[in-house]
């Protein structure tokens, strides 16, 4: 096998185990809500796993000094990367289904493509058009099950689901310009920084009930440390280091697939023909809004 083959192997297994672990994390997530708040439980699991990316890097002898004029970019990076998309998207799971939360979170190419007309003057084209088109659908086709009749925890839900996308597109549009730090460095503080401000916040708000844990939601919160926050980040570089950008973002799509049909399997979540429909439609404008040249 030669070595830009052997790269591709390895890249595209990297990016699967990358997909699978972000994917099992909805529904493993939802189910911990069920005993822990959002911003407690995403917290001090965040908190525990920027520790362990903190100390991989340190093994890798990468230094976690952070350059003064890049903390400015490090904070704004934190906020749309780790508050907004991590904090409000594990809100936002209180209120809707992990279907639903899934596929708004991955509207972000779609926004992102969007922001781009006003901030870096990238007028949309008529494929990017007809990936808002396809975006809009799909989501109308989901979220209109019941006719719109959300409640006001429903309409909460999906609002906070879209402006984690929104803010993480923001994010992805304005911080253009890699941190000059070693890439784990980079995600051991953003997830450190927005974790503990999370973990504060739901320590202070929340009121947690620590002992409400039991095996099945401690096994929950070890996955969601371990896995998505540490192993999955692992692989997600090495994907991006053996993989051209445009295959890695557009294999991510596996993502909402997997967690949608692992939702419905782990939590009896409804799976049919509307909602294989509304993912394909999202999926679709999406995919067209990631291939713009």
């Known amino acids: 096998m030669d070595l830009a083959r052997r790269d591709r192997t390895i890249g595209s297994l990297c990016l699967l185990v990358t997909g699978v672990g972000w994917a099992l994390n909805w529904p493993l997530m939802k189910l911990l809500l069920q005993q822990w708040p959002p911003l407690f439980a995403r917290g001090l699991a965040g908190v525990c796993a920027s520790l362990i990316l903190a100390t991989l890097a340190l093994a890798r002898q990468e230094p976690l000094a952070v350059p003064r004029e890049a903390i400015p970019r490090l904070l704004f990076a934190t906020f749309t990367n780790v508050f907004a998309w991590m904090g409000f998207g594990t809100v936002a799971m209180k209120y809707v289904t992990v279907g639903e939360g899934a596929l708004l979170a991955y509207t972000m190419p779609i926004w992102a493509m969007l922001l781009a007309w006003p901030v870096l003057h990238t007028r949309p084209t008529v494929r990017d058009i007809s990936g808002l088109a396809l975006g809009v659908a799909g989501v109308t086709l989901l979220l209109g099950g019941d006719g719109f009749a959300f409640s006001a925890d429903k309409l909460l839900g999906v609002v906070l689901a879209l402006s984690c996308a929104i803010l993480f597109a923001l994010g992805n549009v304005l911080n253009r310009k890699p941190l000059p730090m070693p890439p784990l460095v980079v995600v051991a503080w953003q997830v450190g920084l927005g974790c503990a401000a999370m973990l504060v916040l739901g320590v202070l708000f929340e009121r947690p009930n620590y002992a409400a844990i039991t095996p099945v939601g401690l096994g929950c919160f070890a996955y969601m440390t371990l896995v998505p926050m540490g192993v999955c980040y692992v692989t997600w570089f090495e994907t991006l280091r053996r993989l051209p950008p445009s295959s890695a973002s557009t294999g991510m799509l596996i993502v909402p ?33 990631l291939q713009r040249s």
Do not use: N, Q
Not at 257 to 277: C, D, F, K, Q, Y
């Open 257 to 289: 697939v997997i967690g949608v049909v692992s939702a419905a399997i782990i939590l009896g979540e409804p799976l049919g023909l509307r909602e294989w429909t509304a993912m394909a439609l999202t999926l679709g404008g999406v995919t067209l809004a």
